[in-house]
């Protein structure tokens, strides 16, 4: 099953390159963001937002509250813990 799970970014490490850091669960990885940037939202406000990863992307920006339920979900159906632990396996 693919999924995105909710994580917060904590850093731009490229804004050029749409590049941010996030942490999922306490782990940190490198991510793109070119998915939720416009001129209304430009790379540099991302720090401290909650977005849905996929695959190395941010998908889409989420609120903290849905970032919650969603982990709280994925908790109940044993799989948050097996994506955390297939990005500690790629984490920078």
Not at 18 to 33: F, P
Not at 39 to 47: E, K, T
Not at 74 to 80: D, H, N, P, R
Request: glycine share 8%; hydrophobic share 45%.
């Amino acid at each position: 099953m693919c999924l995105g799970i909710p994580g917060r970014i904590v850093s731009i490490d490229d804004p050029a390159l749409r590049l941010a850091t996030v942490d999922v669960g306490g782990v940190r990885r490198q991510i793109n963001i070119a998915c939720i940037v416009d001129d209304d939202h430009p790379p540099q406000s991302c720090v401290g937002d909650w977005v849905l990863v996929h695959v190395g992307f941010a998908m889409s920006r989420i609120d903290e509250e849905q970032a919650a339920a969603t982990l709280r979900i994925l908790a109940e159906l044993g799989e948050a813990q097996d994506e955390i632990d297939a990005m500690r396996r790629t984490a920078i």
